[in-house]
């Protein structure tokens, strides 16, 4: 039986919730470290699944007393990623809310403790999942895998769109240095896009924010802008906005365009668009067959893999935070590996 | 009468004849400069319209001889600044092919010569107009009205695309310094979107181009896309290819997607969506009363003005010219005024 525990209730935990249930997993612990992490929504979610877990005040001792197999980490962004290195480093899969870290170097010290517990660990298949659970949406996974079969040939330009209502936001997103800031926390799911159904590899940015129009929220940009240069002449751009009116019929508005050497794909409004040599016309959506959290518990069982791998998420996040370094400092920025 | 005249056929010439006709104006003379103004499929579009002007084989010649009112100029787009500077000097109005100038110095002489005659013919209204006639299309003039009329607000951020079809294209095409390159020669049209209708100002711009997938057109880039820095922190993506299938259902797809303080407006397909206080919906197409040569013919009367003034043409040129330093250079290049 997996022993499964959560550390912040800030995130997309409820993704695991499901799998959770149906593989029968242990739920021993919880513990919220940040005042934000809404502890009784989260226990009566939790509850509603079965799951009665023991609240922990500290998130160490919990991982010490507990020694689950995964930790599902989703408190203030700032801190998800020191949580995730040590967890990793005791042999604990980790389920990350993005962004996995809010600057460069915790990335860097992330990515290395994973590959050293990866190497440490390596009688088990010690995973590591950002929560990018938009790509199991059908449309995106539609769009992924007619372009994984060549269905527009090389992917030359891609357009990303993210454009969120702003709603109510808890009081920590007013605060840049604690979720991250809008490109970190909302273009990096267009940035993921661009990279692995577009297959671009991003090697310059230049991004632009503005915290005009952010409805109060401190230092939160509302608005946002990078454009990449890619390998191989090719190019991306991510806008993301938060702008998105009260009344709009819908709260996000995730778009995506791929120009290939065969053919246009498009994904909008949850439906996938395709101009090829056979014309214009709206394909037909699959549905993913597991969920983002079930995939990686199979990933674990070495019966199959993320289809968001832990790479495909360390270089998003790179991205994302260089591309803020250029929203910040006003330079080109270059996207070097580690 | 006014009495007009014709530099080239390369470019949208047929704007003008309508209203030719329609002010019974004196036709008399053309000349075609470059190998590829296509002579025999201009002198039949001219005399389905009741004109034959003289042919010229020197355009200078012309100008001196037939005293013209206006000239219509639109060869090779690396000579059009160069004969546009020469017919003002002398007291003619000029209807231009875009874009206006091929180099920086190039718009600069222009932009000079344009104000120094203005000064100089004050008797006159001597009227300069770039052929943005994409401009006078019902959902692009929708769209301009209602942001004029502040439907969304302050516009904050703009993304514009230009896609087209690369259809078969003239052999000046595949030899980048007699079109001027993909960002002036298409891109531009979506610059001046962002300019005009979105009244952004942009500061900086960082751009990316190539020619992969361009069909064998030589040094034309088929994908360019540039990202814009613009006053008081706000910002617009400009992408512009060439790689819209053959079986695509029209030529082009033009887009533009303007985020506002109180809304969100978008042209796509030729129609107008907004999204604001009252919900999304789409807003009904208003016609322009009066189309691009027009307009130039009754701003020489004192009647009105082009809704693209000479203002607008030099700094989308600019623009468009910096945009494409910027993909020359790999630099992050400033916007200033001449």
């Known amino acids: ?93 980790v389920f990350c809310e993005k962004p996995v870290a809010t600057t460069l170097d915790g990335l860097f010290a992330l990515e290395n403790v994973y590959y050293e517990a990866k190497a ?25 895998r007619f372009v994984k079969a060549g269905g527009i040939g090389e992917v030359r330009l891609a357009n990303a769109q993210k454009s969120y209502r702003m709603g109510n936001r808890e009081a920590f997103y007013s605060d840049r240095e604690q979720y991250g800031g809008t490109i970190p926390w909302v273009a990096i799911h267009a940035i993921e896009w661009v990279e692995r159904i577009g297959a671009l ?55 995506l365009r791929l120009v290939g050497s065969e053919g246009v794909l498009e994904v909008r409004g949850g439906r996938v668009f395709v101009i090829d040599k056979d014309g214009e016309r709206e394909i037909p959506l699959v549905q993913t067959e597991t969920e983002l959290f079930e995939e990686m518990i199979l990933e674990m069982q070495g019966k199959g893999k993320c289809r968001v791998s832990a790479e495909d998420t360390f270089l998003a996040t790179r991205t994302a935070l260089l591309a803020r370094e250029s929203e910040d400092t006003g330079n080109l920025m270059e996207i070097k590996s580690i």
């Open 201 to 255: 590899r991003p090697m310059t940015v230049m991004a632009y924010g503005s915290t005009a129009c952010n409805a109060g929220n401190g230092t939160m940009e509302a608005s946002t802008l990078c454009v990449f240069g890619c390998e191989d002449g090719k190019m991306a751009s991510v806008s993301a906005d938060v702008m998105r009116p009260k009344m709009a019929p819908s709260h996000d508005d995730d778009r």
């Open 120 to 144: 440490r660990y390596a009688d088990r298949n010690l995973c590591f999942a950002g929560m990018f659970g938009i790509d199991y949406l059908p449309h995106f996974e539609t769009a992924y």
């Open 1 to 93: 039986m997996l022993n499964i525990v959560q550390i912040g209730a800030i995130g997309h935990y409820a993704y695991a919730l499901p799998t959770a249930r149906k593989y029968n997993m242990k739920f021993s612990g919880i513990t919220f470290p940040h005042a934000e992490d809404g502890r009784e929504r989260a226990m009566r979610n939790l509850a509603r699944f079965g799951f009665e877990p023991h609240i922990y005040e500290d998130w160490k001792e919990m991982l010490e007393v507990e020694k689950p197999d995964i930790a599902v980490v989703n408190t203030v962004m700032a801190k998800n990623g020191e949580i995730a290195q040590a967890a990793l480093s005791m042999g604990i899969s």
